[in-house]
């Protein structure tokens, strides 16, 4: 596809009806927000990330996916941070139920990265195929239509190619873009992963690439896995944080954590929500909202009289291990894909990284009952 027919493929879209969200230029960094024309897109933007620091500049590049992974995933876009799931008003001795479902916009997320793509699947894993269906979830999944793109650089604390999420979209998506810029030629390799998306192709003008065009792409893929900002060995994470309940890492780590909860948001598979109830001043109406929680709050590990998790101690073991072991356990893989997002946005310098490092390399073997504070 030439670079030119990517304006197209985005009013194609939204001619289906489609809210277009994808990567565009906001506070500074790369967020997820709407898309009406190619222009909303970062053309040009490159980004410098590593641990607790982010920027951004403009390198005059005609690039339009220069950049490696947005700061933000797409996960607001199917999970909110925020749901009324219930309202009543008094009237008499009773209440009347004043909730209604808003509806569901069809969406298209736009320039998806293999890391996102893959926390999709595990949200899907936990919300839509477990026991319980989120049923809102599962709405808002169906209605999506999903444009992924291969990455060509990843960024300083990517490190999906060790979790084997990525850098190459290898499913998931309806339609796939590898971006060729080189030598005067810009164009896109495109391919399609869903009927939806092959239905989409036959209102593009596209042409067969050439064989130039497959080799360039491969060659790009190769060069985005070899250069990985940072490298995790995930071999036996379960076994090896479940030995270490105990390990003096667990205080080294916790007197630099500020519990502040960056981390969770920024994560894209985090799912933990809590229930919030309110009641109008006069008593008359009350509503039951949902919202994003995060295991470094003191309330989330609230069970009768008081919290389990009271110490950053405590809590930050509980992420570390739930990520990279105990989910293992629970949904059959890790839940990490090594996207980096809590590298760059803890604003402690914590790195998951260089923590379970320290734990392979210091192996205390040091296992006692969970103590909880
Ligand atoms: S734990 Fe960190 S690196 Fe892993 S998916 Fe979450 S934000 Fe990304
Ligand atoms: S690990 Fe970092 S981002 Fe997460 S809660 Fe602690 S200080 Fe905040």
Redesign the pocket.
């Known amino acids: 596809m030439e670079r030119a027919e990517l304006g197209h493929l985005i009013d194609v879209l939204q001619r289906e009806g489609r809210e277009v969200v994808g990567p565009i230029f906001r506070n500074q960094a790369i967020d997820i927000g709407p898309i009406t024309t190619e222009a909303d897109l970062p053309i040009g933007c490159v980004d410098e990330q590593e641990r607790a620091t982010y920027r951004l500049t403009r390198n005059g590049s005609a690039r339009v996916f220069g950049f490696s992974e947005p700061a933000a995933s797409f996960k607001p876009y199917i999970f909110p941070q925020r749901q009324r799931i219930a309202a009543f008003r008094r009237e008499g001795r009773g209440f009347v139920d004043e909730h209604h479902e808003e509806p569901i916009p069809r969406l298209a997320l736009f320039g998806v990265r293999a890391c996102d793509l893959a ?1 999709i699947a595990i949200l899907d894993r936990i919300l839509l195929e477990g026991p319980y269906v989120d049923e809102s979830y599962r709405r808002r999944r169906e209605s999506c239509f999903i444009v992924a793109v291969n990455c060509a650089q990843p960024g300083g604390t990517c490190f999906c190619a060790s979790t084997q999420t990525g850098p190459n979209c290898t499913f998931g998506y309806d339609l796939v873009l590898t971006e060729l810029h080189a030598k005067g030629n810009h164009r896109f390799l495109i391919e399609a992963g869903s009927p939806d998306g092959l239905e989409i192709l036959e209102h593009l003008e596209l042409s067969e690439p050439t064989d130039d065009d497959i080799d360039f792409a491969r060659r790009q893929r190769e060069h985005a896995a070899d250069s990985m900002g940072r490298e995790m060995n995930v071999h036996g994470l379960t076994e090896l944080l479940n030995d270490n309940t105990q390990h003096s890492r667990w205080d080294d780590v916790a007197s630099r954590c500020f519990n502040c909860t960056n ?1 969770t948001l ?4 985090c799912f933990c929500a809590t229930i919030e109830d309110t009641t109008s001043f006069d008593g008359k109406q009350a509503e039951r909202w949902k919202r994003w929680d995060s295991c470094f709050t003191l309330d989330h590990s609230y069970v009768h009289g008081g919290a389990v998790r009271v110490s950053s101690r405590a809590r930050y073991r509980q992420w570390l291990t739930h ?1 990279f072991g105990t989910w293992k356990e629970q949904f059959g893989m890790l839940g ?8 760059t946005w803890c604003p402690a310098g914590i790195d ?1 990284v260089e923590e379970i490092e320290a734990i392979r390399g210091s192996d205390e073997k040091v296992r006692e009952e969970v103590d909880h504070g």
């Open positions: 926390a981390c920024v994560c894209p598979t990520k990490c894909v090594g996207c980096g997002r809590c590298i998951v």
